[in-house]
């Protein structure tokens, strides 16, 4: 079995990604690791090539500015990086997103166990959305997504984030998956409010949309975030110690919206009848 590993990055220092911790965290899983670098006003290459090592190979890319709509340069630089993936799998995690050195064991094993059935398409993982601070997640967004894809079929990333499976010409469809064993931690929304406003003001443009000036993560109903009580990779242990944000306060002024509301009557409801109603970008096969 070959695993490929891929990645898309541009100006990920300013950004504030811990994408080092990121591509460090993989590398113990994948025979190969593809980094897309589009071109950038800072020392995001630089430090990619600095990791070293004979796994990574980096590609360099020109991202489309005229293609703002809905986030589909996003796909586009996905797939740059997935079809220079020669494995069997194809495993994509974004420069916010660590994986925990206790569970690279068991994600490569799914992998392994599950390489001759045709039927599993993808892994999923569960995902631990930071929000605020690295001590509390976010649980209003999606909980689980794929992010490993068997490397045969045919699919597209219609904006970074998922898959759709073309078996018919005209017709897509979300790929059938299993559990991949492990958890995503996602520290994209707990790094400096100042990184965050940077971020911010440099894709926003990329959705279609512009962005006030980002000021805080107090502005969200506290419904949503539960405290974290498990622990951090060990890679992450300086990169939130010196750019994650430490504390969190609800601005006092926040005004439930209609869709706060929504998410409290779905978070009454899977407690109540103990099931998970997230948003699923696959089709289950557990």
Partial sequence: MKVSGFTFLRNAVINGYPFEESIRSILPIVDEFICVVGESQDETRARVAAIGGKKIRMVDSQWNESMQDRGFVYGQQKMIAQYNCSGDWAFYLEGDEVLHEAEVGQIRQTMQDNLSDLEVEALYFDFLHFYGTPEQVGIAGYRRAPRIIRNSIRTIAPDGLFWV??????????????????????????????????????????????????????????????????????????????????????????????????????????????????????????
């Fill in 165 to 286: 499976v073309m078996d018919r010409n005209k017709k897509g469809r979300y790929p059938r998956a299993k559990h991949a064993g492990g958890n995503i931690y996602h520290y994209g929304h707990c790094r400096s409010v100042s990184k965050m406003s940077e971020k911010l003001n440099q894709v926003g443009k990329y959705w279609g949309s512009s962005h006030k000036e980002f000021q805080s993560y107090g502005s969200i109903d506290i419904a949503e975030l539960r405290p974290f009580t498990g622990s951090h990779p060990e890679l992450m242990e300086d990169w939130i110690a010196s750019a994650a944000e430490r504390a969190f306060i609800q601005d006092p002024n926040y005004r439930l919206s209609w869709r706060d509301r929504r998410n409290r009557l779905r978070f009454w409801l899977e407690e109540k009848l103990g099931i998970e109603i997230s948003k699923k970008h696959y089709r289950s096969l557990d």
